[in-house]
């Protein structure tokens, strides 16, 4: 659910280490005129410049750019300048840039008792994988020094979302968000 770039190895992908599925997440750091090999993909990609500048392909890319490269898309060699970069690649989870502060996790009100709320700490370099369809929401808090992260999602068209802390549900395809009045199962159904 949570993984912090220093505590996971060089080559590992940090979306996996923090539990995502279907979610690739790769921290690269380049010294000044290294190349990393070319990426083919039939997925979109995200390649965020936490420092440093260089090239992706022909493009000149500096600290806090964002370069998106949609399906399909060429293989673009990363190639660093006199700074060499640390980018951030990858496709779907949040990941944390800059202070830090809290992920609070809420379940279900059919979880609430088996599956307590929780909160964790987070701060730069923290990787969170939040996974469609597991009842617990989730909410970021952030710190006293203010919390930067850049968030990447599906956005499917018939996503389900609910708001534990105001008791709303968002049905994203039909663009509807109302409030909710947890029921029983059977409650207002005859008893024969």
Known sequence: MIAHWDEVAADQD?????????VSVRRLQLAAGEEAAPHIRDTEEVLYVVSGGGWSGDQ??????????R????????????????VVLFATPAHILEGGGTLELWPSPALAEESPWEEHQIRAGHVISRPPSTAISHFFRAGQAGMTFLVYGT????????????????????????????LAYDDGEPED
């Open 155 to 182: 956005r499917r068209p018939n996503d389900v979302c609910y708001y534990p802390r105001s008791n709303k549900i968002f049905w994203r395809g039909l663009g509807l968000i109302a409030r909710l009045e947890p």
């Open 60 to 69: 000149a890319i500096r600290t806090e750019d964002c370069v998106v490269r």
């Open 14 to 22: 940090i979306g996996q280490a923090a539990g995502a599925i279907d």
């Open 71 to 86: 399906v399909p898309h060429d293989a673009e060699p990363l190639r660093a300048g006199d700074e060499g970069p640390t």
